[in-house]
């Protein structure tokens, strides 16, 4: 197999206006669902992802500004689940069960409040996937069944968040 390579342009990087502070895992739970003798037919690196119920709740919740020169600063939750099914064919590898949080800082002024959201929500949920996936692929990697890579989410704005009430101070 040959590939194909495109040429990169060498940029200067700039930080984007939604900034991770701070990324905590509540909960972390990955059980192999088979014995070590399956392991070769349930070998979680070619595992399709097609029949199975991934599960995935996030809420947000943005703190309300005292300056409105500071950062607009949210606090986000992503609990990840995949869900064992005897139906589905071929069965997952793993039960997992994993909650991350997150503290999210935005620094633009200019952006309207709708599209700020938007961009929270999808970017915000995004990174904290991306991190719950790093985890279990850490996590799996030494269990008996072989690394377990979740499949890239799409995340649509508006359809994804609930909002959560601050806790007053």
């Known amino acids: 197999m040959n590939w194909r390579w495109a040429e990169v342009m060498e940029q200067a990087l700039t930080l984007s206006p939604l900034q991770l502070r701070q990324l905590l895992f509540k909960r972390v739970s990955i059980e192999a669902l088979f014995p070590v003798e399956d392991a070769q037919s349930h070998w979680a690196p070619s595992f399709d992802f097609t029949e199975t119920e991934i599960q995935l709740n996030v809420e947000l919740g943005e703190r309300e500004q005292d300056d409105p020169d500071s950062p607009y600063e949210y606090r ?28 999210l800082s935005f620094h633009d002024h200019d952006t309207q409040p709708e599209k700020r959201r938007s961009i929270v929500e999808v970017n915000g949920a995004s990174m904290l996937i991306g ?28 359809q994804l968040t609930k909002t959560i009430e601050q806790p007053s101070e």
Request: glycine share 6%; hydrophobic share 45%.
């Open 76 to 103: 986000m939750g992503v609990q990840l689940q995949l869900i064992p099914s005897e139906a589905a064919k071929p069965q997952a590898p793993y039960s997992i069960d994993v909650a991350a949080q997150a503290w």
């Open 131 to 158: 991190a719950i996936r790093e985890e279990i692929a850490r996590i799996t990697a030494r269990s008996t069944l072989g690394t377990l890579t979740l499949p890239t989410l799409r995340i649509i704005p508006g």
